[in-house]
């Protein structure tokens, strides 16, 4: 049975320090894995997707990066932002089903 | 283009009346999730559908909850006699097709609160 833990579960950092968030799976048989962003009541935006062949996605100050062998993804935001505060959260799509198996989240707040 | 539509967005029920949960997938998509949410806890699978099948449903509880998406219409997730334990956000997403390397869209989810 896949397990998603994302490290650490909260993070306070001041405006401009670049950061890391950690996601790790036990199962590296995954398809993709994608990472969200959820705001305060509100649903989940997605981030990036990473096929299982690559090893990193970029979106602006975003980066991912995926070890599939070692069953590890960073999510690695650059100069933050007090609007990047949110739950970030990790989630793997294995090759035997069609659901995502989410992590606990990181919640981030960027302090101004 | 809308993206994945829930409603409603807050939802009161007391206990033992029955709630119904809406999701419209964006348009071009006939893959419908359904996570439960529970507070302080991460997202759990529920149930995954297609028009007029029900393809996983290995998530949801065997009892009082049930899931359709009809040919036409929304999908439904139904919640009969409902408990506090019940109390939860529930989000849909969406995809257009059956490869896995599809990102799933979600709605904006339906917080549900068991009085």
């Known amino acids: 049975k896949q397990e998603v833990t994302q490290i650490p579960a909260a993070l306070s950092v001041p405006e401009g320090e670049n950061l890391v968030l950690n996601c790790s799976f036990t199962?590296?048989?995954?398809?993709?894995l994608q990472w969200f962003r959820q705001d305060p009541g509100k649903g989940l935006t997605s981030l990036l997707l990473i096929q299982s062949s690559q090893r990193e996605q970029t979106s602006g100050r975003l980066n991912a990066s995926l070890d599939k062998s070692s069953g590890r993804s960073t999510l690695y935001i650059a100069a933050s932002q007090p609007g990047d505060s949110a739950t970030y959260l990790c989630?793997?799509?294995?090759?035997?089903?069609?659901?995502?198996?989410f992590g606990g989240g990181t919640r981030l707040m960027v302090k101004p | 283009n809308a993206g994945v539509m829930q409603n409603p967005r807050h939802l009161v029920r007391r206990r033992g009346q029955e709630a119904r949960l809406r999701c419209s997938p964006m348009?071009?998509?006939?893959?419908v999730y359904w996570y439960r949410q529970l507070p302080e806890e991460g997202l759990k699978f529920m149930v995954y559908l297609q028009k007029e099948n029900i393809i996983d449903e290995s998530g949801m509880p065997k009892e009082r909850f049930s899931a359709e998406f009809p040919k036409e219409g929304p999908s439904i997730l139904r919640i009969q006699q409902v408990v506090r334990g019940d109390s939860a956000a529930y989000f849909c997403?969406?995809?257009?097709?059956?490869?896995?390397?599809?990102?799933?869209?979600f709605g904006s989810g339906t917080q549900l609160s068991v009085l």
């Open positions: 199962d590296s048989a995954i398809y993709n």
């Open positions: 989630a793997v799509r294995n090759n035997a089903g069609n659901m995502l198996t």
């Open positions: 348009k071009g998509h006939s893959h």
């Open positions: 997403a969406s995809s257009p097709g059956t490869l896995l390397v599809e990102k799933l869209f």
